[in-house]
């Protein structure tokens, strides 16, 4: 026995001197990281490594790293300390009129960024202030933005034991939490806090659930106050509706501008983290893929910790949905701009984490994707004359989708990051204009007397938008019934002129064929070919 226990202690011990070496090794040339965690797209890297120098550091002493050519470069995202504008992500365009909002071009475009760019990013950044402040590390914390639109905490404290007696669904309830039920243990600025509890709305701001934040007398974590205590950083999300993709994807877009609003660490981009829904609903959606571009871990609801105490050791509560003045739903943009930096970036953000391909192509022909209806309202009543009036264009491939619950949504992003132009009449179905690629064309073939909605995301986006004008050349159904009652344009069917119709497809093909990325990616693709 005792040789045994000698011969043990001797192998751990030579274990033990090589691990040491090991690490030694790792530190000295940073083969410790692991450069596969970053996942993010190839034009991202150099501005990671930019926010986290120390990262680009391994990079450039390690030979395996595979992000060589993005170091050295002098680029920033457009909201850090020093980040000069012309070095910043993208710069947008504004070359139409601003219609009286402000007094000259620049600041048309000051304005512009602020409101739907990395500058509204830069904004909330500014207003961050401390609501709860610690005195020591493993105190707790919480710091917001102005309004209650955004915030993050450590080491908070989550009371949910009074779910076990709520029988019915919880969706925007606005009192799932009590007083005491919300805390840490911190000096609270209790008046800072109430003067920002001034949007209580369910999807406005966090002030419905921070109102009843309570500063508690000792430390939850480390007193064995808590029944769970999370390790992982989790977001708690208040989310719109589901089963429509213009709203649902104000969630993810908002969840990936407070992962920059949050960029605190090299791991800001990490999908090791959690989401926790705020409400009792079981998760369904068509576009539950998006989570993947977030986390590799299943949603939670509030249904997991029914009548638990619950501690996080790093939580955020991101912008929400339907904010004021918030992104993107009936948010008023300045007029004659365009090229939203933050908008392509989460465009290409999600398109990488979900793995949608762009196709090669041997020729030049126009990719045209109509989307058809299979709804009761806004269907195309002559939508078979006008594919085949495009199909007797030789330089367009024409595809008619439907998109619904048969088709993955992964697979309509496919199709949609592969189409040049989009057509569709109004509807959620047309959000698919994020994933476009950068020369593409919206064709809202009617606007259904929305005249802002489509339009302002593909502002936002950087797409060409086009949409119908002449209203003696299409065919309205009937006034129109909405089911409250009245005579509305989206409660109806519609037929249009075949030439009109072909007409204004060509002026979204003259654009997409002068475009300098469409010329681009087929001298790209041409040569590999």
């Not at 596969?36 to 120390?54: R, V």
């Not at 638990?308 to 008023?332: A, D, H, K, Q, S």
């Not at 476009?436 to 064309?441: E, G, H």
Request: with cysteine; charged share 25%; hydrophobic share 35%.
């Amino acid at each position: 026995m005792h040789c045994m226990f000698v011969v043990e202690e001797y192998q751990f011990a030579v274990l033990t001197k090589l691990c040491l070496c090991l690490i030694i090794v790792n530190r000295q040339w940073g083969l410790a990281y692991n450069f596969t965690e970053i996942n993010l797209p190839k034009e991202h890297i150099s501005y990671y490594f930019n926010s986290y120098p120390e990262i680009a550091e391994k990079c450039k002493v390690d030979p395996t790293c595979p992000y060589k050519d993005k170091l050295n470069q002098k680029v920033c995202w457009g909201y850090e300390q020093g980040c000069k504008f012309q070095d910043s992500y993208s710069i947008p365009s504004c070359p139409g009129d601003h219609k009286g909002w402000v007094k000259t071009k620049q600041d048309q475009l000051n304005t512009f960024y602020t409101q739907g760019d990395f500058g509204y990013v830069r904004e909330q950044l500014q207003e961050m202030m401390v609501m709860c402040e610690p005195t020591f590390m493993e105190d707790s914390s919480l710091e917001c933005t102005k309004h209650l639109r955004f915030c993050r905490g450590r080491n908070l404290m989550l009371n949910f034991t009074d779910l076990s007696s709520r029988k019915e669904q919880l969706r925007y309830k606005m009192d799932i939490l009590k007083e005491g039920q919300f805390g840490g243990y911190c000096r609270l600025h209790k008046s800072r806090l109430e003067n920002e509890c001034d949007q209580i709305s369910p999807l406005q701001s966090w002030g419905p659930e921070l109102r009843y934040f309570t500063e508690l007398p000792r430390r939850p974590i480390i007193e064995k106050d808590c029944d769970i205590v999370i390790e992982k950083p989790t977001f708690i999300l208040k989310i719109d509706a589901t089963v429509n993709m213009y709203h649902h994807f104000c969630d993810f877009f908002n969840l990936y501008a407070s992962l920059h609003v949050n960029s605190s660490h090299p791991s800001t981009f990490s999908t090791d983290v959690h989401i926790l829904i705020w409400e009792t609903y079981t998760y369904q959606s068509s576009f539950g893929a998006a989570w993947e571009a977030f986390t590799s871990h299943p949603v939670w609801d509030l249904k997991t910790f029914r009548g638990e105490t619950v501690c996080f050791r790093n939580v955020v509560l991101p912008l929400l949905p339907r904010m004021i003045f918030g992104l993107y739903y009936n948010t008023p943009i300045i007029w004659g701009c365009e090229k939203s930096g933050l908008f392509h970036a989460f465009s290409r953000h999600t398109l990488h984490r979900l793995k949608i391909p762009l196709h090669k192509r041997s020729d030049k022909k126009i990719h045209v994707t109509l989307l058809s209806r299979d709804t009761a309202y806004r269907r195309i009543l002559n939508e078979k004359e006008l594919i085949e009036g495009l199909h007797e264009n030789p330089d367009y491939v024409v595809k008619r989708v439907v998109y619904n619950r048969d088709i993955d949504f992964k697979k309509q992003l496919e199709i949609t990051y592969n189409s040049d132009i989009f057509i569709g009449i109004h509807g959620a179905g047309l959000s698919h204009l994020m994933f476009l690629p950068d020369w593409a064309v919206l064709f809202e073939l009617y606007n259904c007397e929305d005249e802002s909605c489509y339009s302002d995301l593909a502002r936002l986006r950087g797409v060409k938008y086009i949409t119908w004008q002449d209203r003696n050349k299409l065919i309205q159904q009937d006034e129109g019934h909405h089911p409250e009652g009245g005579a509305h344009a989206k409660f109806t069917n519609y037929a249009f002129d075949v030439d009109e119709f072909l007409r204004l497809v060509a002026i979204g093909a003259k654009h997409v064929k002068h475009h300098a990325a469409f010329k681009e990616f087929h001298a790209t693709h041409h040569d590999e070919l």
